[in-house]
């Protein structure tokens, strides 16, 4: 039972690291100026401007991969859809 419960949870964490994998995969092809230009080009709702997202992870998403991080000015959540073609 125990055991059971160990591996479900182990293959959650695998599928998620995948994921994780994918998505990064999926960013790291994309040309390094054209990454750069995404990271500076993020719209943040609190600041109502175009901002730079900062301390952000990837995730993968229907539609390419989501940005999820804060803004470099003030420090709220943001977040940006970069649409990649697989
Ligand atoms: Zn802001």
């Known amino acids: 039972?125990?055991?059971?419960?160990?591996?479900?949870?182990?293959?959650?964490?695998?599928?998620?690291?995948?994921?994780?994998?994918?998505?990064?995969?999926?960013?790291?092809?994309?040309p390094k100026d054209?990454?750069?230009?995404?990271?500076?080009?993020?719209?943040?709702?609190?600041c109502l401007d175009t901002v730079t997202i900062v301390e952000f992870v990837i995730v993968d998403d229907p539609a390419g991969i989501l940005l999820e991080g804060k803004c470099k000015n003030c420090r709220n959540e943001v977040a940006r859809v970069v649409e990649v073609d697989e």
Do not use: D, S, T
Not at 2 to 27: C, S
Not at 34 to 46: A, E, G, T, Y
């Open 1 to 30: 039972m125990i055991g059971r419960i160990a591996g479900q949870f182990v293959l959650l964490i695998f599928r998620r690291v995948v994921v994780k994998m994918k998505a990064n995969k999926k960013w790291v092809a994309l």
């Open 34 to 46: 054209i990454r750069n230009k995404l990271i500076q080009n993020v719209f943040c709702p609190h």
